[in-house]
């Protein structure tokens, strides 16, 4: 095995997965960037991903960057097959991919098919990409016992807030914070730390249409920290998972949130 270490980063050509990965590289790992972006026209588009590339590469990481639905069980074994064959190995696993409804609608009116598109994408993918990389981390350990291995999912404070014009997000979100409990049962016994970092709200594609909304909504104080996390705040907390400071801590949810999670008066 080599002597860096290698990351897995789902959804990480932009937004919360650029930040996560980019401070990975920071830390010294190697990077293989997962992610399925289109453009404006609806077309496959590698941009971003090239961008998170170059400023991966410039903080000395060797990163490769492929696109894959993490939905689809044929594009999850190609990525755990090519980080295998490029890297051979694989030290953490970021579940970052996520999407929010194409349409919010209320609740009363919400589809079955934006509802199946939502939880494939924010559940099922996350739910067996840990589990093929879970029994690969499990095989390494067998050579390396005194290697780090760790899963960390990207969750949200949807797991807990009601938002009845995206409740299939709220439900995929509320489910990958059990998820990730069962996963740190699981995989406790062979030194695998799973871990949940929950995002309050952040700067990034997918709130970037109701940012007058949430500009008013931090104004006000609904998080006692008064501004808008970025990317790079939900990156330093996977830092710290990775940089093994939690390893007894299995398990745990990082509310990274500027506070919102306060339930105040």
Known sequence: MGDRLVAI???GSRGI?????????????D???AHFDFDEQ????????LETQKQARALGARCEAMRIDVSNAADRKRL???TRSTFSQCHLLANNA???PLKRLDLLEATEESFDR??????KGPYFLTQMVANWMIEQKKTDPDGGYRIVNTGSISAYTSSPARGEYCISKAAIGMMTMLYADRL?????GVFEVRPGIVKTDMTRVVTAKYDKMIADGVTPIKRWGYPEDIGKAVGAIAEGRLDFCTGQVINADGGFHLRRL
């Not at 609806?42 to 991903?49: I, L, R, T, V």
């Not at 939502?118 to 559940?123: F, G, P, Q, R």
């Open 17 to 29: 997965g650029r930040g996560i990965a980019l401070e990975l590289a920071r830390l010294g790992y």
């Open 9 to 11: 980063v789902t959804g």
């Open 188 to 192: 406790a016994e062979y030194g695998i």
């Open 80 to 82: 755990v097959d090519s």
């Open 118 to 123: 939502v939880m494939s994408i924010n559940l």
């Open 31 to 33: 990077l293989m960037i």
């Open 42 to 49: 609806g077309k496959p588009d590698q941009s971003n991903a």
């Open 98 to 100: 996520g999407v929010a």
